[in-house]
């Protein structure tokens, strides 16, 4: 019978196709009895941080939001729904007999990934990247419940349905009927001289002054350096990038001073000054370029911000048809249904699946005049290198971590069948 | 005799037909007694300064840059070629019998503007930003000259020709070979609750721990609230963009904390954290919005960054094409010179002239989702309104200055011919 073949055990993203509604197998059952659950901070427990540090109450903050035109109800209220289907899930896993612990952002770390046999994010798409990157092991699953379907896009979560019914999720889960989707994710090597392999948790935000001390880096440097003088080997970064890599130059705040120190950069984003960087795509020729910035994302990540720099406007594909009929002398009718297909036609060959075993790179506002230009704005890849000529830049992986990237750095951005992430794709 | 006419005393701004070649009226000679010429900041400077703050000598900055693969005697040649250029340009003027001021960035100021019948800028198009962003009088002449032609665009500066040759710029201008451009310019108003119009400088990234306290900010809104409670008149703010605003979300430092005081927030743009805006076109109706920002140029800034955000590349011109004719059944060749042609025409159609009284808008990576959505991506206008509905957001002014704009904060960007920056347009 073809449930005996079923029954052999499965390596780890091998894809049997019958897996709907065939019986689960005993891989391929999700009953973890640890649950790390980490919750995101919504903007009204940000606000009432930051007016705290202030000084101010309560009914101060109630005061200056209602000046502002915002609604302080308003931020009350997602937050309340924010926080009733946490305790939703929670109440779910527990009922399911699953021991559950619920993190902070500041309290997710390395221990509760080990603790845990599978972990749960609570929030938006932002919080599942947060419970991503803590993850390196294969083995460990990990889930994203949407708990502000109103307002979150939640693509790399559960379909909203299962927000307010988690109970249905973990059934479905339990009986097998779901598949695990291994999201490719981007690993990245740093070399090169001054280079500093401390990644920023952006985030976080915390000022440390002398990690980026010059001395300091000099005398990484010095110990980097062996005998013969060559620089030091490729650095694995200790972070895989399940969205995107991005990198540009930044306006890095080691120029500014306080007291007479030099403060540590953290994320700033230069609004006008161009990157400068060469680029060689699968180990093809170095490419000087200047631009706002160069964009390599995964599957995963073809959805979100890769998809913003690429995706195309109605009117754009309007324009840029007429003018080529007008060229070549047609006079095809441009109806706002024909615009409407090409256009989503186009949109739609910009994103890939997250188990594609490419990455996709692209460069953002390419400055191209007397001075530069660029042969491919866009791109699929196995292997991107990118070598910094940039005054002040970084490379921010998925919008949380940031890693200086300055002239004389040299980055690759390659995939590994290791980094993968084990999710989840529930029947809708 | 047609020259008749032509010697009545002119309006500044009226077009004469023939002025190539016509004798020179005595309003057309440019002959100013008294020249400041703004210079700009060189790499190699940059560099030692940065390098100073370390406690570093000439020779470790030598050494650090050739580790990092960059090359200091590159650096150094480039800025002795800006310094000859700068001599060569002064000395012109000196011939010429005009008294020079030669001022450094930190050096020019509203004294020096009022000082000199005409500001000259030895630099590249940044140079020039800087040159006019202390300009406020139409009377006031400005010229740039681009000093490192070999790696600057200069589309603001005389054609490169007259870097080599200022003398005969001089001439020309001398005997009227030349014609004024008007070059129009974006004011900019703020109103609403919260606001700080405290422009800061993004070049000089300046520390003042005061001014963004939030405590201040609470006493700024009790002085600016009225008897009958309403909220502040429109500030018209001390800048005029002349090539373009951009409003984006910032990761503002005042979330960072350094030995427990709020640090004053500078130029950081979020890269992940999307902007939320409200926006009306021409008093039009207004429209939520999600995006990686607006950008609001003039003619002059069409050639600028706004360009490098709209304009397209020929795979993705190929890409819409090839779409567009199998939807519609075509089979037109798709030759890599028909792409181009297209591709030349659509980018054309972004850019329009510096005296055109109008306005461009365009939004940046317009985040369009179950939750979101946009009716145009960019067009030309009037008069734009941003509401703001960010965390942290600023308005920046042709990439140099720029100003708070926080949840409760209402900009109104629009022309006036007041705001007009007079400047050269030499025959080539």
Known sequence: MAYRALLKPLRPGTRVASLWGTRALSEHRFKPEKVAVVTKTTR???????????????????QLLAMKGSSYSGLLERHNVHTDHVEH????????????????????????????????????????????????????????????????????????????????????????????????????HLEGTGINPTPVDLHEQQLSLDEHNLAHRISTEAQNRREDGAVSCP??????????????????????????????????????????????????????QKSSGLSICTGTGSKAWSYNINKLFEETV????????????????????????????????????????????????????????????????????????????CMVVDGGTSFEFNDGAIATISLNEEDQLRTILLKD
Not at 54 to 62: M, P, Q
Not at 262 to 285: F, Q, V, W
Not at 361 to 377: A, D, G, K, L, M
């Open 44 to 62: 009204y427990e940000f606000e009432l941080q930051r007016y705290r540090y202030a000084g101010l109450s309560e009914d101060d903050l109630k």
């Open 89 to 188: 899930i929670v109440d779910s896993l527990q009922r399911e007999g699953m021991q559950v612990r619920v993190l902070r952002r500041r309290e997710y770390d390395e221990e509760a990934v080990r603790w845990a046999d599978a972990i749960v994010s609570a929030g938006g798409d932002g919080t599942m990247l947060l419970a991503a990157s803590k993850v390196f092991d294969k083995d460990k699953p990990v889930l994203g419940v949407n708990t502000d379907p109103e307002r979150s896009e939640g693509h790399l979560c559960l379909p909203v349905s299962y927000t307010h019914a988690f109970p249905e999720a973990l059934r479905k889960l339990r009986k097998g009927e779901f598949r695990w989707q291994w999201r490719h994710r981007l690993r990245l």
């Open 235 to 288: 650095h694995l970064l200790p972070v895989r990038g399940l969205n995107e890599v991005f990198i540009g130059e930044s306006l890095s705040s080691r120029s500014l001073r306080h007291r007479g120190k030099p403060l540590k950069p953290h994320l700033t984003l230069s609004l006008h000054r161009a990157s400068y960087y060469e680029i060689s795509i699968d180990d093809g020729p170095w490419e000087k």
């Open 318 to 393: 309007k324009d840029v048809l007429a003018i080529g009929q007008t060229q070549a002398g047609l006079d095809v009718p441009l109806t706002q249904d024909f615009v409407e297909t090409v256009t989503k036609e186009y949109n739609e060959s910009l994103m890939f699946g997250p188990e594609e075993n490419r990455l996709f790179f692209s460069i953002r506002e390419p400055i191209v005049n007397r001075v530069y230009s660029t042969s491919r704005q866009r791109g699929f890849a196995s292997r991107v290198c990118v070598r910094s000529r940039c005054w002040d830049a």
